[in-house]
């Protein structure tokens, strides 16, 4: 596709529940991130995948969250028995090896009820 | 652990004037970004910035890296209402992109 194509756009969750975020990257970009912006704050880094590297996991901030990333394409953020202060705009971004800037979605707003 | 402060978060001004947003970060970096979020929307690239001495310019908006100082600064000529946003800089340190906290430009007629 044209651009970083992430869905559900929306999801409002009850509290408890487990939520999957999906992440399309541009064609032949190697390198995806996974940031999180709570509401008028700046980008919390959560993980970052290179090619067939190991990812940097640094960021994810507890064991409930996870993601994984298939065949150097498609990601996805897993986040297990949500709570409310998991409410946020998922952003994903993804960028050619090198020197160039990360192209961003539209990102996933996430409300836990 | 890197740290990318902005200053100033808060900015209004008018119309016509200039202004320059600082980014500062404390780790060694030559990579530096700008990025500009519209209310809702997503991240737009604006900047890429690789070497010291870097500028680079677009319309009214002028971004410079010095690698030295450990700062970045986004300068703003005869701002125009269209420029309102929150602007971002990120540094590139190791595999991660880290962000300042965001500037939110308000320009008012």
């Known amino acids: 596709g044209a651009g970083v194509s992430q869905s559900p756009s929306n999801k409002v969750t009850e509290k408890g529940k487990d939520v999957e975020l999906r992440c399309d990257p541009i064609?032949?970009?190697?390198?995806l991130y996974w940031y999180r912006q709570s509401l008028g704050q700046g980008l919390e880094f959560l993980i970052y995948?290179?090619?067939?590297?190991?990812?940097?996991k640094s960021g994810l901030p507890s064991d409930r969250f996870s993601a994984e990333r298939t065949g150097g394409s498609v990601s996805t953020l897993t986040i297990q028995r949500t709570q409310q202060e998991d409410s946020a705009v998922y952003l994903c971004?993804?960028?050619?090896?090198?020197?160039?800037?990360?192209?961003f979605g539209q990102g996933t707003r996430l409300t836990v009820v | 652990e890197l740290k990318v402060e902005q200053n100033p978060l808060f900015l209004s001004m008018q119309e016509g004037k200039n202004y320059t947003i600082y980014c500062n970060y404390s780790?060694?970096?030559?990579?530096l970004y700008w990025y500009r979020q519209d209310p809702g929307k997503s991240l737009e690239s604006l900047f890429v910035?690789?070497?010291?001495?870097a500028v680079k310019q677009e319309g009214r908006l002028m971004a410079s890296l010095d690698t030295k100082a450990r700062l970045s600064t986004l300068h703003i000529t005869a701002a125009v209402h269209d420029l309102s946003a929150t602007y971002f800089c990120?540094?590139?340190?190791?595999?991660?992109?880290?962000f300042g906290e965001g500037t939110q430009l308000t320009v008012n007629p």
């Open positions: 971004a993804s960028r050619l090896t090198g020197v160039t800037e990360a192209f």
């Open positions: 064609s032949g970009h190697t390198a």
């Open positions: 995948f290179q090619g067939n590297s190991a990812p940097d």
């Open positions: 780790t060694t970096s030559d990579r």
């Open positions: 910035l690789l070497s010291n001495g």
């Open positions: 990120a540094v590139e340190w190791g595999s991660r992109l880290t």
